[in-house]
Nanobody, 124 residues
């Protein structure tokens, strides 16, 4: 049974850092596309950063580029989102997702399997 479990969310002050982890099971992560998405109440889910499992290319949305880094450890069936210099507007529920193929620019509809989400709150 395919499963994705996020962890690492929490409350942090502006300028702080968090590392989100997505532990996967029930399949082999290698060669699969990975993605991190976020959603705030009343808004649609948006792509934060995604990575191809084939050529290891990545896409990161402009508002977090230079602050957030996606990475993966296929041997551990785990991938990560390192978030630095966090801002108030980064507050959201963050979701991890996987798909056999990365089609475009980190679109939620292109990902087939999802975790349950973890809350990230940036607050002073």
């Amino acid at each position: 049974q395919l499963q994705l479990v996020e962890s690492g969310g929490g409350v942090v002050q502006p300028g702080g850092s968090l590392r989100l982890s997505c532990v996967t099971s029930g399949f082999t992560l290698e060669d699969n596309a990975i993605g991190w998405f976020r959603q705030i109440p009343g808004k649609g889910r948006e792509g934060v950063s995604c990575g191809s499992g084939v050529d290891l290319s990545t896409w990161t949305r402009a508002s977090v580029k230079g602050r957030f880094i996606i990475s993966r450890d296929d041997a551990k069936n785990t991938f990560y989102l390192d978030m630095n210099s966090l801002k108030l507007e980064d507050t959201a529920v963050y979701y991890c997702a996987v798909n056999p193929v990365l089609y475009g620019q980190c679109t939620p509809g292109d990902f087939s399997s999802w975790g349950q989400g973890t809350q990230v709150t940036v607050s002073s």
